[in-house]
């Protein structure tokens, strides 16, 4: 196992192993740098995940101390619970549902395509999906993801049958089992899918990918990483010049240790990113770290989502097999006409009992929550997940008047949703119970929105240091050697599930750092 | 974890201790019957009252009403907020207090009220912390153990059953099965 000294500053420190850090970590020591890989959570195995949704969330979730405002839904149901994301190495790899879906072409181009919608801050990406392309391919040959690269789709559930009948009823044009990393046939020294279910508790079988057991053991297998698990880095420190020379984090045992570093990039999730930055204030940036602009934290978005259950006359069983095992893809397009700026996609979603019970309806009871649950083997499901508006009042901050256990303080997360992601919701519960109803559903019920699986864009990117955090590479533009490698990236949410976009910007962060390290910029 | 009724404290002991027990049988025609290590089962009580005990039993059936859901689940609600109230007095003294605004709501005793008084008593003390308490804790007493799983139909683990892969994940028939182009065939 390598080790590297604390005092070793030639190292590339990288802050959270999940989508975004675990692959940048792979990939910058295939090219010979060698990285400290520091992860808040522990490390578990294939083998140390359950199929048991409460003592999996217990296991895998990440559950310290958060606080919510704002008028979005989760703030009342889960207001301690803004974030349905992982602390454990492999990050929210190990809970993601494997959906892998490139942009749009116009979804990097919201502002121009969009237009100035009042209300919101829609900037077009300093990127193209030209510019993205080679590094989406690599991004899909490594994750394995169906329907590219020659691999067969994935085989539909019972969950997906009824999808897909629906959608013909509808006149829907692009329904399919998705392209998912899950393998549908052997790959990469993992085994193909066996349907188990609880793609959400970290996957047994090891057919799903997760920086867990692919990206993190291929680069230990360089001899260039030391991944530190139970590793929670507290501050950025900088020097006299403004440039950043390591990181403070407590270990297992809550002891604090001084990590030093030639670069350090922070993939800790669109919460974590924006609080460790603002926690790290000094008297040189008062207004926390790469802070010039006043953006960080700020336009926090998580999508657009909901979920529309329906109860059927006859058996469904949709926790059997992949959660996510198909995807109606046409409302995905822009189409102003339906009311509202950007698209959204309706992919299956299940949940086991326990978790049905949770979140089918937080707060129900009464006979109509029970006639679901009386009726729980005959229940479809789908969630919908669309672009949310980027807001600068959307934002993450810190709470002063709440510490964590290291004595710090948590993130408080406000949201209120903008008329464009009510409109879109209305319309995409409307058109999910319409696709239920048109193959013989007889209730249905309009699920709110879980806690955020898709946290993004609290350190935009853009060109203009005033507009953004990170430029075009994620590089911060007040600190030449501290990137931002994870969601907060996003300078608007699109349509699609972020996780390949995080793994595509890592690629391609990768070779830019390489370089900017062989030619002494950073 | 889901629990099994043989690990859970509902025993068929007669050495019984603290201040209460509920007592229950599963019908012999339940799905339950054959997981449980006898059909009569007996939930010892440390912290609530029997009189407690029952009223927050009854009070989980008016939040949750499933007419066939056994007694014996509804009673895993009882044990857990008994065993809560054993570590924290705060909880013994909620639900104390809790269960007795429901036997004032509905003007005498909750559990003998009938159907109709009891709903009224229960919306006339929703969004109290006692409420809210024993609504929540429902969420998980009730719907996460092997015996609500085996009553509602979910199969629970499927890796030691080597998944659903060949156990019926796409058995659907009552819908038109859709082509391979959007469903292609599972690997060999």
Known sequence: MTRFDLDDDSVVVIVGSGAGGGTLANELTQKGLK?????????????????DEWASFSQLAWLDKRTTSGSWQVAKDFPNLPAWVCKTVGGTTTHWAGASLRFQEHEFRARSTYGDVQGANLLDWPLTLAEMEPFYARAESKMGVTRTNGIPGLPGNNNFKVM?????????????????????????????????????????????????????????????????????????????AGKITGVVYADAGGAHQRQKARVVAVAGNSIETPRLLLNSASSTFPDGLANSSGMVGRHYMRHMTGSVYA??????????????????????????????????????????????????????????????????????????????????????TLNADVKDQYGLPVANVHYDDHPNDIAMRGHAFAQGERLYRA??????????????????????????????????????????????SDGSQF??????????????????????IAEAISKQEV | MPRTPSESTMTRGTMLQGTGVLMGTLAASSVLASLAPSRTWALPLHALSQAEGETILQFGRVLYPHKALPTAVYALLVKDLDAEAVRDAGVAALLREGSASLDAASGGKFVSASSAKRLAAVKHIEGTPYFS????????????????????????????????????????????????????????
């Open chain 2, 133 to 188: 308490k024993v609504r929540s804790t429902c969420i998980t007493s009730l719907y996460n153990n092997e015996m609500a799983f085996a009553h509602f139909g979910y199969q629970g683990p499927s890796w030691p059953k080597g998944g659903y892969l060949h156990r019926g994940f796409d058995d659907l028939t009552w819908l038109p099965k859709p082509p391979a182009s959007a469903s292609p065939p599972a690997a060999g």
């Open chain 1, 439 to 484: 193959v013989g559903a007889t209730k249905t019920m309009r699920t709110p929105p879980y806690p955020s699986t898709h946290n993004l864009g609290t350190c935009r990117m853009s060109d203009d240091p005033k507009l953004g955090v990170v430029n075009k590479h994620g590089q911060t533009h007040d600190i030449a050697n501290l990137f931002i």
């Open chain 1, 311 to 396: 109860i059927f006359e006859k058996p469904v069983h949709m926790y059997r097999g992949t959660t996510m095992a198909g995807i109606v893809m046409d409302e995905a397009r822009f189409e102003p006409s339906r009311g509202f700026a950007g698209g959204y996609e309706m992919e299956t979603i299940s949940l086991g009992l326990p978790f049905f019970a949770a979140f089918l309806k937080p707060g129900a009871w009464g006979a109509d929550f029970t006639h679901f649950m009386d009726n729980y083997t005959q229940i479809a499901g789908m969630w919908l997940v669309g672009e949310d508006m980027p807001r600068d009042t959307n934002r993450v």
């Open chain 1, 491 to 512: 300078t608007t949410s699109a349509a699609e599930n972020p996780t390949m976009t995080i793994v595509t910007l890592a690629i391609r962060q990768s070779q830019y």
């Open chain 1, 164 to 240: 897909y009948a629906g959608a013909q009823k509808l006149g829907y044009k692009e329904c399919h089992t998705g392209r998912i990393a899950i393998n549908s046939r052997p790959r990469d020294g993992r085994p193909s899918c066996l349907q188990l279910g609880f793609c959400f508790q970290g996957c047994k079988s090891g057919a799903k990918w997760s920086t867990l057991y692919t990206e993190i053991p291929k680069a230990e297998a360089t001899g260039r990483l030391d991944l530190r698990p139970e590793s929670h880095v507290l501050s950025i420190e900088h020097n006299g």
């Open chain 1, 35 to 51: 990285v400290v890989l520091l992860e808040a959570g522990k490390q578990q195995s294939t083998a140390a995940f359950v199929n």
